[in-house]
């Protein structure tokens, strides 16, 4: 591994906070290739009538270096 490239995204999912980060690695691996590492940084929801609808992860991506 040579070097690694870190982008913050923030996934989201109605189903868990595990969705949304699949979500998100799903979403940036359409336009990043050789996807390393994630972190998840911060977890939060949306609330509304008391009932979590909304899953949000923010995420560091790594990703290695084409040069």
Request: net charge negative.
């Amino acid at each position: 591994m040579g070097v690694i490239i870190i982008r913050e995204m923030v996934g989201t999912s109605s189903r868990s906070w595990s969705d949304a980060a699949r979500q998100a690695v799903a979403t940036a691996s359409k336009t990043v290739r050789n996807i390393r590492t994630v972190e998840v940084v911060k977890s939060s929801a949306k609330v509304e009538d008391n009932e979590i609808v909304e899953y949000q992860v923010e995420l560091k991506i790594g990703f290695e270096y084409e040069g």
